[in-house]
T-cell receptor
Framework: GAVVSQHPSWVICKSGTSVKIECRSL??????MFWYRQFPKQSLMLMAT?????????EQGVEKDKFLINHASLTLSTLTVTSAHPEDSSFYIC??????????FGPGTRLLVL | AQSVTQLGSHVSVSEGALVLLRCNYS??????LFWYVQYPNQGLQLLLK??????LVKGINGFEAEFKKSETSFHLTKPSAHMSDAAEYFC????????????FGTGTSLTVIP
């Protein structure tokens, strides 16, 4: 099956710094990538939809200036958490796929902001 | 719009007993339906999916689910629970022809009692 990777798998940072998370489709080209956030003991919440070569579409309540998404190629999307605060600590998961096909999920990135 | 409801945030079964995790969905278009399992501190693992065709879908680890359009349900079952089945289970719906985003249920935590 298709493989999606995320890097890093774990990141700890100080409050106020920015953190970049990469999502890569390793063996296929993904026209669309999605970013989700999961707080402890909760479900995954869609944050934004990332389409290659265009601006991301953010879900209601997600600050686009805080969560910068770039989808520069068909195999890479990045999520940058700017000026991170402890409340941004969460598990971030991406998924990738092609239009009208199923999505494949990455293993997730756990962010801890001190 | 799509949404998923998982009845029962916690389910406990005895080892060897039937596992039944409930999922009802709402979708304005023919949906794709998924069940994922998540072990502690790990990403999502696809158990099974329904796209088109046969409504009884068999997945990994002995799990299966049946798509019932009239009941808008996609319940997950396993005839005999194993200790290793203890995990968090998420039902998800997507509409591949209208955006392909996944919408997850709130999850069901399965406990298997020895």
């Amino acid at each position: 099956g298709a493989v999606v990777s995320q890097h890093p798998s774990w990141v700890i940072c100080k409050s106020g710094t920015s953190v970049k998370i990469e999502c890569r489709s390793l063996d296929f080209q993904a026209t669309t990538m999605f970013w989700y956030r999961q707080f402890p003991k909760q479900s995954l919440m869609l944050m934004a939809t990332s389409n290659e070569g265009s601006k991301a579409t953010y879900e209601q309540g997600v600050e686009k200036d805080k969560f910068l998404i770039n989808h520069a190629s068909l195999t890479l999307s990045t999520l940058t958490v700017t000026s991170a605060h402890p409340e941004d600590s969460s598990f971030y998961i991406c998924s990738a796929g092609r239009i009208q096909e199923t999505q494949y999920f990455g293993p997730g990135t756990r962010l801890l902001v001190l | 719009a799509q949404s998923v409801t998982q009845l029962g945030s916690h389910v406990s079964v005895s080892e060897g007993a039937l596992v039944l995790l409930r999922c009802n969905y709402s979708s304005s278009v023919p949906p794709y339906l998924f069940w994922y399992v998540q072990y502690p501190n790990q990403g999502l693992q696809l158990l099974l999916k329904y796209t088109t065709g046969a409504t009884l879908v068999k997945g990994i680890n002995g799990f299966e689910a049946e798509f019932k359009k009239s009941e808008t349900s996609f319940h997950l079952t396993k005839p005999s629970a194993h200790m290793s089945d203890a995990a968090e289970y998420f039902c998800a719906v997507s509409a591949p022809f209208t955006g392909n985003q996944f919408y997850f249920g709130t999850g069901t935590s399965l406990t298997v009692i020895p």
